[in-house]
Nanobody
């Protein structure tokens, strides 16, 4: 069982930066694949970034590639999403998610554990 708690959201002007954090509980945190998703009003939840615990690889949605960076601190059981050059279209509730290794894909249904989300608002 894994419990996830996001923090770091807020209101920022376009072009600004935010760093989201996701604190996780659980003895086997380091083995989990971790993901970030977001959901804007009236839209489906979409994939943002993935950290593969198997080899340390990171994967990003095309819309955030080059602007967002996923990092992980196993000693603190925490993952981060550094978001730079933010755009108004990045406005959404951002969710942290975790799943067991061995599952393939980047859709929300492939993740078992979810945080409650943190709001990110980018003003133009």
């Amino acid at each position: 069982q894994v419990q996830l708690v996001e923090s770091g959201g807020g209101v920022v002007q376009a072009g600004g930066s935010l760093r989201l954090s996701c604190a996780a509980s659980g003895r086997t945190f380091s083995s989990y694949f971790m993901g970030w998703f977001r959901q804007a009003p009236g839209k489906e939840r979409e994939f943002v970034a993935l950290f593969a615990s198997s080899d340390g690889s990171t994967y990003y949605a095309d819309s955030v590639k080059g602007r967002f960076t996923f990092s992980r601190d196993n000693a603190k059981n925490t993952v981060y999403l550094q978001m730079n050059s933010l755009k108004p279209e990045d406005t959404a509730v951002y969710f942290c998610a975790a799943r067991d290794p061995g599952i393939v894909g980047t859709t929300p249904r492939t993740f078992k554990y979810w945080g409650r989300g943190t709001q990110v608002t980018v003003s133009s």
